[in-house]
C-alpha cells in the first residue's frame, strides 16, 4: 500500500478509532487523527507543495469515505 493514498489514510482512521474506542466515540476519534495528520502535513518540510496538497486531498476523502462507511 502506498503511504499517504487514500486506502493508507482509510486504514488509519479505523486503526485509530479502534485503538481508542475506549476515550473517543468514531467521529472524535477520526477528528482527532484528522487534525494531527494536517497539522504534520501543513508543518512538514516538503519542498514539492504539490505533494502536500495531494496527501492533504488523499486525507480528506479518506475521512469521507470511513466516516460515511
Known sequence: MEQFSVPFFEENFRAYAEQNEDVFNKQ??????????????VNDNINKNSEVVKRIRNLNTAYQNVRSS
Do not use: K
Open 28 to 41: 472524535q476519534a477520526m477528528n482527532s487523527y484528522y487534525v494531527s495528520m494536517v497539522s504534520t502535513l
